[in-house]
């Protein structure tokens, strides 16, 4: 019976959904990067990645809005604010993101040569993806807005459809059309419009329907946005900058292999994604009602390092075998790699754990500690003389991250929340 009622909790088979409908969408994902593995050529497929991990971090760096929407909506519910202030929220951001999204993607298109030279991809790259800025700009106020209300089925099934809408499209433009590169790189913001319009029909049209004024707690974002932008920023240039960097300083095979094996560790987040996503509303409604989250904490540790080591070590016995079987015999030198990265994701993991928490309580210590970070590691890297040592700035970066947001919590934020100082 007691097992049954635990099961039963909201957070456990919110938990449990949301990492079977993550499952499928990184299962799908990584359908999509094997088969551009299987279809292009190594160096083709080094410059869609790099591309990819760019996208990735700007994907990262414009969803600053989604905590900051997330945690108005939940407090907005949790809190004593008028009926359908959650639609305000929805109403007073969302035009605003599309017309920052709009400029961005002007700006990409000006400064194309210069991020291309900087990439080391062909300008066209850039041009072709530069589109995914509106996407990525608008959509986290979406996602934001679904979290907040904890409608995390819809919020799940709206990432899958990001990446079955990226999948269909690369079979469509590369196998049955025979398009290249290119047709691999028009693929990715293809799927995000699709995940847009799917978010926008699970939001419903009755978000547009009449609200009341929106407080002015929830009007000036600013500092919260800012915190949120630069630690996002910091955050996914600490798990994503190595990549770019060997394509920048290694030969094209050696890149490609290595763009295997940051495939293979990007999955290590699976389930740690999954139960950080539902950790974050109840993170902001505890923080906003003064109670300790110190057991939410412990819980989210644990089922974050729990499959990222068990997968670690799934990967050092049989990398070699999986390697071969999923992405050919081509990129076998990505194996032996797959033990210190995932070390490097265990941390990460729980890097990310703080990270959301302090965005849903308070952010900018945090902020500060990744974005030093950030700029050693970047530092670190620039005199990295072979691919280990790229490898072991990386899993260390994920470790000194984790074990400070450890030291923040426990010798500056807790003693606030018991009113200890």
């Known amino acids: 019976m007691a097992l049954r009622q635990a099961l039963l909790r909201p957070a456990v088979w919110q938990t449990g959904f949301l990492a079977g409908v993550d499952g499928l969408t990184n299962l799908t994902d990584y359908v999509f990067h094997i088969y551009l593995a299987r279809a292009l050529l190594p160096a083709d497929f080094a410059v869609v990645q790099t591309v990819n991990t760019a996208v990735l971090i700007l994907v990262t760096a414009l969803a600053v809005l989604q905590p900051v929407v997330a945690r108005y909506t939940a407090v907005s519910t949790a809190a004593d604010y008028p009926p359908h202030t959650d639609r305000?929220?929805?109403?007073?951001?969302?035009?605003?993101?599309a017309i920052v999204g709009a400029g961005l993607v002007a700006v990409a298109w000006v400064i194309r040569p210069y991020l291309a030279n900087w990439l080391g991809v062909p300008g066209t790259a850039v041009l072709i993806t530069a589109p995914i800025l509106f996407l990525v700009a608008v959509r986290p106020v979406v996602a934001g807005w679904l979290q907040g209300q904890r409608r995390f089925v819809s919020f799940g099934l709206t990432r899958l459809a990001n990446a079955l809408g990226r999948l269909l499209l690369a079979v469509l433009l590369i196998g049955l059309l025979s398009g290249g590169a290119a047709a691999a790189l028009a693929a990715i913001p293809l799927g995000s419009l699709i995940a847009l319009l799917?978010?926008?029909?699970?939001?419903?049209?009755r978000v547009w329907q009449t609200a009341p004024s929106l407080p002015d707690a929830f009007r000036r974002p600013g500092r919260l946005t800012l915190a949120a932008f630069l630690a996002l920023t910091a955050y996914m240039s600490l798990?994503?900058?190595?990549?770019?960097?060997?394509n920048r300083t290694f030969a094209?095979?050696?890149?490609?292999?290595?763009?295997t094996a940051v495939l293979l560790r990007r999955v290590l987040l699976l389930l740690p994604g999954a139960v950080i996503v539902v950790m974050y509303p109840r993170a902001a409604a505890r923080a906003a009602q003064g109670l300790l989250p110190d057991k939410l904490l412990a819980q989210t540790a644990v089922v974050v390092l729990l499959p990222t080591l068990g997968l670690t070590a799934v990967y050092t016995l049989a990398g070699p075998l999986l390697i071969r079987w999923t992405f050919g015999a081509a990129y076998a030198a990505a194996a032996p790699l797959l033990l210190p990265l995932g070390l490097g994701m265990a941390g990460f993991g729980l890097t990310a754990v703080w990270l959301n928490f302090y965005l849903a309580t308070r952010p900018w210590p945090f902020a500060g500690l990744l974005l030093g970070a950030a700029v050693g590691q970047l530092l670190f890297y620039d005199t990295a003389v072979s691919l280990s040592h790229i490898v072991a700035i990386f899993a260390l970066s994920g470790w000194v991250t984790a074990v400070g947001g450890l030291v923040i919590y426990g010798g500056w934020l807790r003693p606030k929340i018991t009113g200890k100082k």
């Not at 305000?88 to 993101?97: C, G, K, V």
């Not at 798990?239 to 060997?246: A, N, Q």
């Not at 094209?252 to 763009?259: D, H, I, M, P, S």
Request: hydrophobic letters at 60%; zero cysteines.
């Open 198 to 205: 799917a978010g926008l029909t699970a939001v419903g049209w």
């Open 252 to 259: 094209a095979e050696t890149a490609g292999a290595y763009a």
């Open 88 to 97: 305000a929220i929805f109403q007073f951001y969302f035009p605003r993101s």
């Open 239 to 246: 798990l994503s900058l190595d990549l770019i960097w060997v």
